[in-house]
């Protein structure tokens, strides 16, 4: 017999209960369910996890997952919180309307500019990237990112905003943010 694999199918699709499993998307406390319980979900999350970390859809995924769509379930090798997280770091949120293809469109404060970045940089040159974090509501990987990117005279835009909307963060900036999470680092 003869199986015939479509490339184009990623690995969620066959397995849409796996991602939707509440325990997985939202893990409760370790305190709150049993050892048996606890065991269950680890080896359910590594699955779901290896099989995102493999599917060649992962970053257009996870960057959609986060920037476009406040989809539930466990997407990208993250959890619906992992995805806050990284909201909360790049300064936007999803708006629920939806407008677009794919659902809610973006919107939020939109990243910190690199200007500002810089500004601040010049304006307080001994700061640690802790401070500059503090003086601009943002996260220190945000600020690191920054001047990574001024070192290394590279600036790569973000695509261009909607008039009077702030621009969307670029694929690199959700990257970033992803590897500050604990998820990144699970085999
Ligand atoms: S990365 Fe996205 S598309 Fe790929 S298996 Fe995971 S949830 Fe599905």
């Known amino acids: 017999m003869t199986i015939v694999v479509d490339p184009t199918t990623p690995p969620c699709a066959h397995v849409p209960e796996v991602y939707q ?15 048996a319980q606890w065991d269950e979900l680890t080896v359910k999350r590594a ?23 406040d989809v539930s379930g466990f997407v990208a090798c993250t959890t619906e919180s992992d995805r806050r997280m990284i909201r909360r770091q790049l300064g936007i949120e999803v708006q ?37 974090a503090e003086r601009l509501s943002c996260s220190t990987s945000t600020i690191k990112r920054h001047l990574r990117r001024a070192r290394e005279q590279s600036v790569v835009a973000a695509p261009a905003g909607v008039p009077g909307r702030p621009a969307q963060p670029s694929v690199e900036a959700v990257l970033d943010c992803f590897d500050e999470l604990e998820t990144s680092r699970v085999a």
């Open 47 to 69: 699955s779901a996890h290896r099989q995102c970390a493999g599917c060649p859809l992962m970053v257009d995924c996870l960057y959609r997952a986060v920037v476009e769509v």
């Open 21 to 35: 499993d509440e325990l997985l998307h939202s893990p409760p406390a370790r305190a709150d369910i049993t050892a």
């Open 96 to 132: 629920q309307t939806a407008t677009t293809p794919y659902g809610a469109p973006r919107i939020g404060g939109g990243p910190i500019s690199h200007e500002a970045v810089m500004a601040a940089r010049l304006a307080h040159p001994k700061d640690t990237c802790h401070q500059l």
